[in-house]
T-cell receptor
Framework: GEDVEQSLFLSVREGDSSVINCTYTDSSSTYLYWYKQEPGAGLQLLTYIFSNMDMKQDQRLTVLLNKKDKHLSLRIADTQTGDSAIYFCAEKGNQAGTALIFGKGTTLSVSS | DTGVSQDPRHKITKRGQNVTFRCDPISEHNRLYWYRQTLGQGPEFLTYFQNEAQLEKSRLLSDRFSAERPKGSFSTLEIQRTEQGDSAMYLC???????????FGPGTRLTVL
């Protein structure tokens, strides 16, 4: 079946890089996503990567995809306190049409 | 365009009551999705519409739940005879021509007492 797993917590100091990891099981996933959720808010689409790509960079964000190992990572350079939030990895699954399958989220805590 | 909007943002109800939530997608987005998010979990798919047609429903969508999108624009999600286990954040998302981008609304937080 489809499953997305993430580590639950990550704590970094302001100015450091953060790396959030995710593994997925559906090898037929076409797109993989990173969303950010702040307390009490909806989900903000940060970036996504097509499955035939290895890497995508967007300002401070770098996404790496290892399709062989079904591993996705999000690197945030120069992490700021405003980056503190829950980050969700998601894949576009097959069993539910074009719906997204989400992990449980990684809580990123940035200290100054 | 201000993005996906949802109303109300918060709803507190007593067990056994019916509730209805509304979602207004981004203008001209023809696909609309409903998800449910419980504490400490990621969003879980409930159902989706292409225009006014409801194309897929998750097994999570029990017969107490019903969703409509009568004119292919806004959508409503109704829960009948609410139970405490229905307490969650209900999220709506929409996509347009590029189906790979789903944009979420702020959600409706339901608390069933």
């Amino acid at each position: 079946g489809e499953d997305v797993e993430q580590s639950l917590f990550l704590s970094v100091r302001e100015g450091d890089s953060s790396v959030i990891n995710c593994t997925y099981t559906d090898s037929s996933s076409t797109y993989l996503y990173w969303y950010k959720q702040e307390p009490g808010a909806g989900l903000q689409l940060l970036t996504y990567i097509f499955s035939n790509m290895d890497m995508k960079q967007d300002q401070r964000l770098t996404v790496l995809l290892n399709k062989k190992d079904k591993h996705l990572s999000l690197r945030i350079a120069d992490t700021q306190t405003g980056d503190s939030a829950i980050y969700f990895c998601a894949e576009k699954g097959n069993q539910a049409g074009t719906a997204l399958i989400f992990g449980k989220g990684t809580t990123l805590s940035v200290s100054s | 365009d201000t993005g996906v909007s949802q109303d109300p943002r918060h709803k507190i109800t007593k067990r056994g009551q019916n509730v209805t939530f509304r979602c207004d997608p981004i203008s001209e987005h023809n696909r609309l999705y409903w998800y449910r998010q419980t504490l400490g979990q990621g969003p879980e798919f409930l159902t989706y519409f292409q225009n006014e047609a409801q194309l897929e429903k998750s097994r999570l969508l029990s017969d107490r739940f019903s969703a409509e999108r009568p004119k292919g624009s806004f959508s409503t999600l109704e829960i009948q005879r609410t139970e405490q286990g229905d307490s969650a954040m209900y999220l709506c998302a929409s996509t347009g021509a590029f189906y790979n981008e789903q944009f979420f609304g702020p959600g409706t937080r339901l608390t069933v007492l």
